[in-house]
């Protein structure tokens, strides 16, 4: 009877030293977990995502009124965007952001950052285009080889029309009379030059 309680103490002592060691391989990373598991994003990960998220609202809020309506948003989404231009309070505004963050989850993000990209570049583009044709009028005004120049590189161009308008926006100046003929040559410049941009190799349409 001694030996066989002392066989039975030594084989509970046994059982509960194995219990206490870890499972085999538990102190291999990711052990214990499915590939899936192990290939779920960190917390930083994810706080990085969480951010990234909220400054994409963030950049729907500061788009002008133009940009925004012509972004595909959902009704939700679009709704808390214009909210947020009613939210006054610092602290208000950092809740109201981080709500937009929580939305931003539950749509396509990244079909809303293209289509962000897209309609801020097309307004850079327009732009641009502004500030050369006003520099292009400019320069007609008060250069007269600037023609020429012109032409070289806006073949199309409707070089008898361009004549006449230059002229009659000169005459205009000199009396300093209102600036019709000077605004009329503008919009034809501008209407040239966005024609080339549009049709140009660098354009992306899609």
Known sequence: MGATADSKDSRSKADRRVTRQPPIGADAPGAGESSSESELPS????????????????????????????????DELREAVEFAHRVTGRESRRRHFQYLGKLMRRVDAEAIRTALERVTGESRSAVTLMHRAEAWRDRLLDDDNALTAFVSEYADADVQWLRTAIRAARRERDLQQPPKHARELYRRLHQQLELTFRSGPHVDES
């Not at 994810?46 to 788009?63: D, F, I, N, P, S």
């Open 43 to 74: 917390k930083s990960e994810l706080k990085r995502q969480m951010h990234a998220l909220q400054t994409l609202g963030e950049q729907l809020v500061e788009l002008n009124r133009d940009q925004f309506a012509r972004l595909d948003l959902p």
